[in-house]
């Protein structure tokens, strides 16, 4: 059996039933919304990220990506394959966070996870962002992410990266139902619209499709958590 880490991979489990807690906590704590608005900003820089990679990977480009203070954010590509890049954006969001979830099952090697994000973040800046607030926004959470990487002890970091993880996979599921509930009462620009538009297949039904992907996403790194956890 592999030798545990002592102050990290036994409390594996425990940090992550303590960032979910936390999560609900928070979610009815008034103006708690304050607190996670930056880990907002994170997962929509994710999700844009997730465009733009997209784009880049089945041979487009990519103009610029903004985030907006109110938490949403564009993505303004050229070519590629519109299929997977409207795809991208949430499947995205939900793949790394079940990715995060599964890394922290082994808390020894949280704040090189932390630290890898928070390159992502800087590359996603350098290259793509479009506006001042959104080079602010990326440059803060990069710094944001480093520091934690830096200053926080190895248990504050696993618990970081445990909590950073549910709100990712919490934040698509969030984002996912928002989506559907827009497909189904209005007409609004959306990512599920532009698959209407390109498809013919109706808006919610793409909304519907991103979900289950999700809901799969999450079990399978769930079960791979828990393999973790046995190992």
């Known amino acids: 059996m592999p030798k545990q880490n002592p102050t990290t991979d036994r409390d594996s489990i425990k ?3 303590g960032a979910a807690v936390l999560t609900i906590l928070i979610s009815y704590i008034p103006f708690a919304f304050v ?3 930056p880990l907002r900003l994170f ?7 997730g465009h733009a990679i ?3 990977l089945t041979l487009g480009s990519v103009d610029k990506l903004q985030i907006f203070a109110d938490a949403s954010g564009v993505t303004y590509t050229r070519g590629g394959l519109m299929f997977v890049i409207s795809s991208a954006g949430y499947l995205a969001t939900s793949a790394f966070g079940a990715l995060l979830l599964v890394l922290c099952s082994r808390g020894n090697n949280a704040k090189a996870v ?4 928070a390159a992502l973040i800087l590359v996603l800046t350098a290259f793509f962002a479009g506006d001042p607030f959104s080079w602010v926004t990326g440059i ?3 710094v944001g992410l480093i520091w934690i990487a830096i200053a926080a002890r190895p248990r504050w970091a696993h618990f970081f990266l445990s909590f950073l993880a549910v709100q990712c996979c919490l934040n698509a599921f969030y984002d996912l139902r928002t989506l559907f509930l827009i497909s189904t009462t209005t007409d609004m620009q959306s990512d599920a619209l532009n698959m209407q538009q390109a498809t013919m297949i109706p ?3 793409w909304a519907l ?3 289950v992907l999700s809901v799969m996403t999450l079990i399978a790194a769930l079960r791979k958590y828990a393999e973790g956890q046995v190992a």
């Open 15 to 17: 940090f992550l039933m």
């Open 35 to 37: 607190l996670i608005y």
């Open 43 to 49: 997962v929509t820089f994710i999700h844009e990220g």
């Open 54 to 56: 997209a784009a880049l």
């Open 114 to 117: 932390i630290t890898v994000t």
């Open 140 to 142: 803060m959470l990069a």
């Open 203 to 205: 808006a919610p039904i």
């Open 209 to 211: 499709i991103w979900i």
